[in-house]
């Protein structure tokens, strides 16, 4: 019976053909039955206890297979490490900017537990009409200090929205941190509002550049890579661990528990609200993108470049 057990919990030839076991879910009662058909009287609980023995438990599916890589995506990591590391070793500023996942505003039920005599009440239904609004989270980590920095916007994520927000974090916090810096470095994701094709992120960053005098560099991470960002495993986890089980009823809320933030490694979050909206379908014309004072690096283009403030005319 054991040697017909192991025939079934097999992924490739599990059951019998005929039967489909193959295509159902294995659970303890299914088993039986089909172990019934073949001849072998057992209940599920029997089942369950010689699956154990086998070494089976219940398991759930593990992200561990990368896929199809994008070409030069180790070398890429390496560069990325190299700017980095030349950046804080002059003291110069590095951050890691990401968008975090939309939020419902609202009474709306919030991934997680919490120790509490009752549970919240929350409604059955995550319809937007429900909803206060949206709450879209602009994450900028500033890797020297282990500080984190969050606009949370309320309309669309867009490239102005992302560049407002790094605007809004250099002159909350950045300039006073690294009085006198000229150079500022941003670690992003390949897509989004903040991705390497996206051609009104590169304006955006040229007028910062140019109204604060700071050539900006940009090292994107390969796609398939964010997890790597530093604002992702830094940052956007902490303030998910901090809100988990937690209904986000109103944007303060939100800017609450991104406020109280805090990690033993000495983590602290800003958080302020960009009630601004932002319009979708903004087209930057070919000759705004040859006005742009951009330059390509030698390794990786497409990855990687530097864009230096234009001259005041």
Known sequence: MLTVLDELMRDATAGDPVTGLKWTHKSLRALADELARQGFQISAPTVARLLRERGYALRVNRKKLAGKQSPGRDQQFLYLAQQRAARLQRQSPVISVDTKKRELVGRFRQAGEQWRRAPHEVLIYDFRSAAEGVAIPYGIYDVGRNRGYVVVGVSHDRAAFAVASIRSW????????????????????????????????????????????????????????????????????????????????????????????????????????????????????????????????????????????????
């Open 170 to 313: 250099w002159i909350q916090a950045g300039r006073k941190a690294y009085a006198g810096a000229t150079e500022l470095l941003i670690e992003a994701d390949c897509g989004g509002s903040n991705g390497n094709r996206c051609r009104a992120w590169k304006a955006g960053l040229q007028d910062l550049a140019d109204e604060f005098a700071l050539t900006i560099t940009v090292t994107h991470y390969p796609t398939g890579a964010s997890k790597w960002n530093p604002v992702e495993h830094r940052c956007f986890n902490l303030i998910s661990g901090n809100w988990a089980g937690q209904p986000l009823e109103s944007y303060e809320t939100v800017l609450k528990y991104i406020r109280a933030t805090r990690a033993a490694s000495g983590f602290r979050c800003q958080a302020r609200l960009d009630k601004r909206a932002y319009a979708t379908g903004m087209k930057i014309s070919p000759e705004e993108v040859a006005n742009l004072c951009i330059e390509k690096h030698k390794v990786f283009p497409h990855w990687n470049y530097t864009i230096r403030p234009r001259l005041k005319q």
